[in-house]
């Protein structure tokens, strides 16, 4: 994930190094078994074997319920004026332009992000796919929609920051329809199958018309970037319920080629958790049947009695002095 930053990152770095070659470091990871595996990342991008890295495995008896204030979605509704739509010979990113910025804040996060784009990861077949799993289940396809926090002036200088960027995360699941939200993009990837390839949507979609039909429910953990160079920026929202894609929708994913042959497969391997705290949100009303929450309702109750004593005292006293 986040190819496109990364990129960006490498080429800077290229400039400061005067290095000619940046062109080749862009494309110097891969997925497939050999020296450009993900298990040899960390020879070249040291943050790659750091301790709090992602794809993480979830699983759901160990996580701390919480309930958080509402995620807030900003300009949501409205189509893009224009949306690209690239393969970088890692993932397929969609880039959008809008009139007014996209942007999230609410939830476990402090400052408000905007969003700066989306792209996909997936596997050789339906029974895996997605790089976060959830009780050590894959889904077979997971999106990640990237935003970046604007108490920073550009994206550059939130790659440095531990709180610089906020991945949406949402899991696919197989279903015998096609998803009408997704054929225009589907539609599309015939026209970037190599590396390199850019074409335009010509409707697009809304970021809401992506988005999982509850936005109430989601893990979340701090973790980092998913390729090179792993740095570890990134909070975490990964939704609970999954959006419906077919078996052929995912297919034409699988049919793109990167530099190396075909991408088949882009996901990471989970790694090692190292005590982090992953939270759940239960949302709502739910919240009232976790232990946390009942500690708190029991704390109001007693608050409500000496609530009602204090009343009653005031009564008291009221009548007294009368
Ligand atoms: C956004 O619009 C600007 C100006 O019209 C254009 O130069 C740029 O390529 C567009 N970017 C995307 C991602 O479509
Ligand atoms: C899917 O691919 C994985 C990884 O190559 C393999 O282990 C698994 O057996 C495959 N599953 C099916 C149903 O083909
Ligand atoms: C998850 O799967 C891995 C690999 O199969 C296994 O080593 C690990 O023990 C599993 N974790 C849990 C909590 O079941
Ligand atoms: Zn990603």
Wanted: aromatic fraction near 10%.
């Amino acid at each position: 994930m986040l190819v496109q930053i990364a990129a960006a990152v490498l080429w800077t770095v290229g400039l400061a190094c005067g290095s000619p070659s940046h062109g080749e470091n862009e494309q110097s990871f891969g997925y497939d078994s050999g020296e450009l595996d993900p298990s040899h990342w960390a020879n070249e991008y040291k943050t790659c074997s750091g301790k709090y890295q992602s794809p993480i495995d979830i699983e759901e008896n160990l996580v701390t319920k919480v309930n958080l204030p509402l995620l807030r979605f900003h300009n949501i509704d409205t189509l893009p004026t224009s949306t690209t739509i690239t393969n970088n010979g890692h993932t397929v990113v969609l880039q959008l332009n809008y009139t007014a910025p996209v942007m999230i804040s609410g939830g476990p996060l402090t400052p408000t992000y905007r969003f700066t784009q989306l792209h996909f990861h997936w596997g050789v077949n339906d029974s895996l796919g997605s790089e976060d799993l959830i009780n050590n289940h894959s889904y077979p396809m997971e999106l990640h929609m990237v935003f970046s926090n604007t108490d920073y002036d550009d994206e550059k200088i939130a790659l440095t920051k531990n709180d610089g960027l906020v991945v949406l995360a949402m899991f696919f699941e197989i279903t015998q329809e096609d998803n009408p939200v997704y054929s225009e993009i589907v539609n599309t990837l015939g026209q970037i199958n190599m590396p390199d390839q850019t074409s335009n949507l010509l409707v697009g979609f809304t970021i809401r018309s992506m988005l999982p039909e509850s936005t109430e429910l989601y893990f979340t953990y701090k973790g980092s970037l998913t390729t090179p160079p792993c740095l570890e920026v990134v909070t975490w929202i990964d939704f609970k319920h999954p959006i419906q894609l077919s078996h052929n929708q995912v297919q034409a994913f699988r049919m793109l080629r990167s530099k190396h042959g075909q991408l088949t497969h882009n996901s990471r391997p989970v790694q090692e958790l190292s005590g982090r705290p992953v939270w759940y949100n239960v949302g709502g009303f739910a919240a009232l049947n976790t232990p946390t929450i009942q500690k708190n309702t029991a704390a109001s109750f007693g608050l409500a009695i000496s609530k009602i004593f204090m009343l009653l005292c005031c009564k008291l006293a009221t009548l007294t002095l009368f």
